[in-house]
């Protein structure tokens, strides 16, 4: 069969956010993928050398939707490193606490998409809805549902009460049930199995030379985890376990997160049972001296790397963030060669994309002459208001536009 | 006066008009169920409950911008809509609904008519395959390919399996099926088998999950409907919908022994049976996720087909010891 | 691992007599959290003009103007104290109630409200005297 | 395996390569070595203490030179090799023979530093749009994004 190229993305119904992947195919199987990054290039380092360290604190946090506290937590520790400041211990656990809910939204959130890709809408529906109780607590605790800025230098900006204790264990006993649930029976639906077994398959061996991270490691037998490598904030106090798997394809990624859930269940009540008293933050200073310093964090898609280097002024020098999709994306080329083009979507999803990464561009082919080119959005907005002013002034001269044929 | 007779069949009823409105109210019916499965609400606010929504969607996608792509040909591409809609609204003639008697033969009942719905069916899955084909879109024509490769797949397990009842009824004519089931109710019974693979391949013919492999949005983007937009893709949608009506009315004709008792009985028979089929498509719909092609094909020719064999020779062994 | 064909089914059955969990928006809306972050609000008599809401803005979206040099208090009197304006770019604004924390006089808090949408985005700036 | 003897090690091993070896906070390592030692070093730490994971490649501007660190990590801890280039001349060894998944970003480093990276399997630009102009990158220092001004659109007037 004749080899035919493919692009999925920079737009594609799969894709959340845009990236352009190629595909040769040869019939429905995949020869060869290339990837294409940068359609949604903000420029965020550079503009985090340009502000200070609490405006980058908000600027982090924005870096991702679903993994907001992530990006924010992981450079509130680096900073408060920096500045040798002891955030309080409730503070820590009123952070830590965030962190492992907004893993259990993400890992739903996560679920939710492997099905909606693998064509099953009702356990879309099912998980997403369970979702909105986690989203629910968060909204409890700090006020908001999606950026919930609970971090701040030295601790945490909001308390937690009673009542608000009360309501998140009784909206974790309801997640629990769920989520057992799709453990025993959810993922036992033989048409949904035949799409995630055996599915982007990646050996142990090249996914520790690739550099992945998170579920997509773990669920090729490599028990990497920042959470217990590298302990943060009171990861060193809480009871878990690492959840690993050895199917290394997206069905053990799937049981990779189903069980870390519980896991996160596991410490969010220990952590709402334990939480100590004592003020939530301490006073930060505005200034660092200047010094330098890494910091890691487990976020729900793999390991969150930020460097910062300070010099001495309110802005830092250089911040340079990797989010975890960015280590996953040189194993999901090499996942996706010799799968099928059904299994795209799937195999990209496994690693839970979350395209993090100044200017907006457009790909257009040019119909008539197969040519490709790529534009900055601002040229495309010329061209389809000129497009428009010429079709509205032929259709008020001529009644029937040549652009339309319709044969009634 | 005949002419003004025929007309208002063609269009009216049992012909478009009529056919436009029960096809948007059970794709609102399939819509509703399918939501309240997953605990969602549905359709909602144009009508009551909703209920105009479908007709709302059609009149929006009329109305939208109608894009041919440059490369395209434009006159089959713009044709293909309506060749669709008119061989869906010309199979639902056949139905054994209307007004019309088993003994006499007219130019919508007669010997054979079962292999001409069967065969008229088929037709729309071509359409969408050229479709497909004319949009010169490379996810249209992996759309296309994937129609086709279906087609082989669930074609003859549905013949098969609408054939044993008609062997046990002896005939050709699905007026002639129904009135022999309506005499005698108990041999529906052991067609069950037939009617579930009939289900399943009607539910592959519909493109609907889990078969919806052609238009799998997440893998081709819209598949064999990529490049259609404004009126034409609303043609293809009350085509699909028009397709779920006739396929839902062929199988209660055939296995839930047709509709009896007239012109107003029989018609209420046929929306309440037409809407309990659909209430299993919606299930099914419900209940599993989309298989991969090879899945589907491999699926097909393992189980679908030698069930519709099993079911044929239970046919005939019991058309040897009863009658 | 075992499989079981239309696993869902049971589910599926008791869903179709459930109650739909979908919330129908704007009819009805869930209760605002305690600590809800709305729009900011400026309370002009706390102010003392330290600037030190706008260099920790993340979003640039606050300006304070300097009004007049006295500021006339409840009881008539004027004294001699500065009186600011603050001009709030609510299109730009991410709510973050950053404001709130880095003020050392208390003149901001959030307020509720979340359905801040317009048209036009001159009509999101707001004007607090 | 602690932070000391990994240090200790290094030194016995690396010797004279060794430019600067410090370990400022628990679970933190610091080593920076001659760019042409790079490989050498990154093998032996692969090797012997499995430091198989490149977490990422940092780039900074340190006016005359670029300063590059590869952050690699194991179970326990966090190692640094850090690599000093002169700004006229920007050139590294590309390590992806010896870690394959350093490919990305080494192409971030192209891109956002312009330092050529020596024997890279794949030279193209990952980030940068296409009619980028060439000898711009944006992460140097003596680059600065002029901010358009804000028009904010009146109603009507699309």
């Known amino acids: 069969m004749a080899e035919f190229r493919v692009p999925i993305g920079p737009q594609h119904p799969a894709l959340k956010e845009p990236i352009s992947i190629r595909m040769t195919l040869e019939g429905e199987v995949i020869k060869d993928a290339d990837l294409k990054l940068g359609y949604n290039h903000r420029g965020l380092e550079k503009l985090a050398e340009e502000r200070n360290y609490i405006q980058n604190l908000y600027l982090t946090e924005r870096i991702c939707g679903i993994c907001s506290h992530s990006h924010a937590t992981c450079y509130c520790q680096g900073v408060e490193k920096l500045m040798e400041l002891e955030p309080t211990r409730r503070g820590l656990y009123i952070r830590t606490l965030v962190a492992e809910l907004e893993r259990i939204h993400s890992h739903l959130l996560w679920l939710g998409i492997a099905g909606h890709e693998a064509g099953f809408d009702t356990f879309f529906m099912y998980t997403w809805r369970d979702r909105e109780v986690v989203m629910d607590i968060l909204e409890i605790i700090s006020g908001n549902r999606v950026h919930y800025s609970i971090n701040t230098f030295g601790g945490a900006r909001r308390d937690i009460d009673d009542l608000q204790k009360q309501k998140i264990l ?37 996914a520790v030379a690739l550099c992945a991270v998170g579920p997509t490691i773990r669920a090729s037998g490599v028990s990497r985890d920042v959470r217990k490598d590298d302990p943060y904030a009171v990861y060193d106090e809480l009871p878990f376990e690492v959840c690993t798997a050895d199917t290394c394809d997206v069905l053990g990624r799937a049981v990779v997160r189903i069980k870390e859930l519980m896991e996160s269940y596991k410490m969010c009540e220990y952590l709402v049972k334990n939480l100590p ?85 457009i790909e257009l082919v040019d119909a008539r002459t197969g040519e490709e080119k790529i534009i900055l959005s601002s040229d495309l907005r010329k061209w389809s208001i000129e497009y428009y002013n010429k079709k509205t002034n032929c259709s008020s001269l001529r009644a029937k536009s040549s652009e339309i044929i319709w044969p009634l | 006066m005949a002419i003004v007779k025929t007309l208002l069949y063609l269009f009216v009823y049992p012909g478009l008009i009529f056919l436009f409105i029960y096809s948007t109210f059970c794709e609102w019916f399939d819509r509703k169920i399918y939501a309240r499965l997953q605990n969602r609400i549905g359709p909602l606010h144009t009508g009551r409950a909703g209920i105009l929504q479908p007709i709302a969607d059609f009149i929006k996608l009329l109305s939208k911008e109608d894009i041919v792509p440059e490369k395209a040909d434009k006159w089959i591409f713009s044709a293909l809509p309506i060749f669709g809609l008119a061989i869906v609204t010309t199979t639902a003639m056949f139905l054994p609904v209307w007004h019309f008697s088993t003994s006499q033969i007219s130019f919508n009942s007669f010997s054979g008519d079962l292999i001409v719905v069967a065969y008229l069916l088929t037709l729309p899955t071509l359409i969408f395959f050229l479709a497909g084909w004319h949009s010169t879109n490379l996810f249209s024509t992996l759309g296309g390919v994937r129609v086709l490769t279906m087609l082989f797949g669930y074609e003859v397990p549905l013949l098969l399996a609408v054939l044993s009842p008609a062997i046990l009824a002896d005939s050709w004519r699905l007026a002639e099926i129904a009135k022999f089931y309506q005499t005698h109710l108990v041999l529906l019974l052991p067609n069950i088998i037939g009617f579930f693979v009939a289900l399943v391949s009607l539910q592959a013919k519909l493109e609907r999950v889990p078969f919806d492999i052609p238009h799998a949005e997440t893998e081709i983007v819209g598949g064999t409907f990529t490049e259609y937009s404004g009126k034409k893709l609303a043609f293809f949608r009350l085509m699909a919908d028009i397709e779920m009506v006739v396929g839902a009315g062929f199988i209660a004709s055939v296995f839930m022994a047709g509709f009896p008792g007239g012109v107003i009985f029989g018609f209420v028979n046929f929306i309440i049976k037409t809407l309990v089929i659909i209430f299993l498509l919606a299930i099914m719909r419900a209940l599993f996720s989309r298989m991969r092609i090879d899945q589907m094909v491999n699926f097909s020719w393992r189980y679908l087909a030698p069930l519709a064999v099993l079911q044929l020779l239970i046919a005939i062994i019991l058309k040897g010891i009863l009658l | ?64 103007i300097k009004v007049s040099d006295t500021t006339i208090s409840s009881d008539g009197l004027e004294k001699p104290k500065k009186k600011f304006k603050m001009l709030l770019h609510n299109d730009r604004c991410i709510h973050c109630a950053q404001c709130v924390d880095s003020c050392p006089t208390q003149t901001y808090t959030m307020n509720t409200d979340y359905e801040i949408v317009a048209f036009d985005r001159h009509k999101l700036k707001i004007e607090y005297l | ?114 330092i050529i990276v020596e024997n890279i399997p794949d030279p193209r630009s990952l980030l940068l749009p296409d009619g980028w102009p060439q000898g711009i990158y944006p992460l140097r220092k003596d680059w600065k994004y002029e901010r358009p001004p804000e028009i904010i659109p009146d109603k009507g007037n699309k």
């Open chain 1, 170 to 206: 009784d909206g974790l006993k309801i997640l629990k049930d769920r989520t057992k649930y799709y453990l025993n029976i959810g993922v036992t639906e033989p048409t949904f199995i035949a799409r995630l077994a055996g599915v982007g398959k990646i050996s142990k061996e090249r």
């Open chain 1, 277 to 361: 008293s004592g003020e939530i933050k301490v006073k930060a200073p505005r200034r660092v001296k200047e010094a330098e310093v890494i910091s890691r964090y487990e976020a729900p898609r793999g390991e969150n790397i930020h460097y910062i280097k300070s010099n001495g002024t309110d802005k830092p020098e250089r911040l340079k963030v990797r989010a975890p999709t960015l280590a996953n994306y040189a194993a999901t080329i090499e996942m996706l060669k010799n799968g099928f083009v059904a299994d795209i979507p799937l195999i990209f999803a496994a690693i839970d994309p979350c395209i993090c990464c100044a200017e907006r561009l």
């Open chain 3, 1 to 64: 691992m075992k499989t079981k064909l239309g696993a869902f089914f049971p589910e599926l059955l008791r869903h179709l007599f459930k109650k739909p969990a979908t919330i129908k928006y704007p009819f009805e809306k869930l209760p605002i959290p305690k600590d809800f972050r709305g729009t900011p609000v400026f309370h002009s008599d706390k102010c003392i003009g330290c600037m030190i809401c706008i260099r920790d803005c993340p979003a640039e979206a606050i300006e304070i």
């Open chain 4, 1 to 114: 395996m602690n932070d000391e003897k990994i240090i200790n090690s290094i030194r016995d091993k690396l010797q004279t390569k060794i430019l600067d070896l410090t370990n400022p906070a628990p679970r933190r390592i610091y080593l920076k070595v001659n760019p042409k030692d790079l490989l050498d070093t990154i093998r032996y730490l692969r090797d012997t203490f499995n430091f198989t994971h490149l977490a990422t490649i940092s780039g900074l501007d340190k006016g005359d030179n670029f300063e590059i660190l590869y952050h690699f990590a194991n179970e326990f801890t966090v190692l640094t090799v850090r690599i000093l280039t002169p700004r006229l001349d920007p050139k590294i060894p590309s390590i992806c023979e010896v870690i394959p998944g350093a490919i990305l970003y080494e192409r971030e480093l192209l891109d956002m530093f312009g």
